[in-house]
């Protein structure tokens, strides 16, 4: 009898460690709505032809999910069979119209516009001039007017154990700011997404690491930071000497993986953050 308590034992103690490792190893890429509910920011014109019109139940329902048949406005006379599979898109603007750091408004110009991605259908039943097709992945509410795009299946890049150096040493590489965040965040972490201005023309491309960081008291207005703080602030001292942030170390704030680029834009899933990262924090590629 005790042998086999002690076996028993034995074999708990093997599966906790097993679990424990499998834990501390995580995810080898990012899952699927990582990569398919991730949105994008580009300047590329996406067509607009193909659209959802509306769905069952219209007559009281305005919005869709996962499970729900929508209408598309294509049929078999453009070329839609059954079993095809639609990427479903909506642009954005931001709700707030809050300028969150100096440069905001001319970065997010250059990139581009905000894609949301809403998700996935498959046709279900096809007609001349119009399709029914059933929402098999949801990332948001779908309604009328968005646009519906050929799926495209995307390669999820590997992710690599996470640097927790307190103090990494500048990579040399491009670097940018992070402009906006997947449903307009200000405030962002761990598994969040974010749109920052390094994009293929600056040499970013899909599976890319990037470090995000903050420079020590440069004095930029931001929504989050009293001006000046990094100086003096009344009743909780003042430095003699105002020093250069460029003479002081960086704030280094996490890291992140590139799943989407375009020309002057990518898609970043954070994967580790020490601390909250704000729009307007700095990125390089490493």
């Known amino acids: 009898m005790r042998t086999r308590m002690q076996v028993g034992t034995l074999c ?37 032809d193909t659209y959802v019109i509306s769905g069952e139940e219209s007559s009281y329902r305005i919005s869709y999910g996962r499970g729900d048949y929508i209408f598309i406005n294509k049929g078999s006379s453009s070329g839609v069979k059954m079993g095809d599979e639609f990427q479903i898109m909506r642009a954005q603007k931001s709700p ?26 498959k046709v279900a039943h096809v007609e001349a001039n119009v399709s029914v097709a059933q929402i098999v992945a949801s990332c948001n509410f779908m309604e009328r007017g968005d646009i519906a795009r050929p799926f495209v299946e995307r390669a999820a890049p590997p ?17 940018g700011m992070v402009v906006s965040a997947k449903d307009w ?17 600056q ?4 599976g890319d690491y990037v470090r995000f960081y ?23 001292g003042k430095t003699p000497v105002l020093y250069n942030w ?25 994967t580790f953050s020490l601390r909250d990262i704000y729009l307007g924090d700095y990125l390089e590629i490493q």
């Open 214 to 236: 903050r420079y020590q008291g440069t004095r930029h207005d931001t929504a989050y930071q009293s001006r000046s703080t990094a100086y003096s602030r009344w009743g909780f």
């Open 12 to 48: 708990l103690l093997l599966a906790l460690s097993a679990g424990a490792a499998m834990a501390q190893e995580g995810p080898k890429t990012p899952n699927q709505h990582d990569m398919y509910c991730s949105g994008m920011v580009t300047r590329e014109a996406i067509p607009t």
């Open 246 to 270: 460029k003479d002081l170390p960086r704030d280094h704030l996490g890291e992140g993986i590139v799943l989407r680029v375009s020309e002057h834009a990518a898609t970043v899933l954070i």
């Open 203 to 206: 040499g970013a491309k899909v």
């Open 185 to 201: 965040a200000e405030v962002v972490g761990m598994d969040s997404i974010v749109y920052v201005n390094v994009g293929s023309s």
């Open 96 to 121: 707030a119209h809050i300028k969150w750091f100096e440069y905001q408004p001319s970065l997010m110009a250059a990139m581009g516009t905000q894609w949301l991605d809403v998700g996935r259908a």
């Open 159 to 175: 992710l690599r154990p996470t640097n927790r150096d307190r103090f990494p040493a500048a990579s040399g590489k491009n670097q």
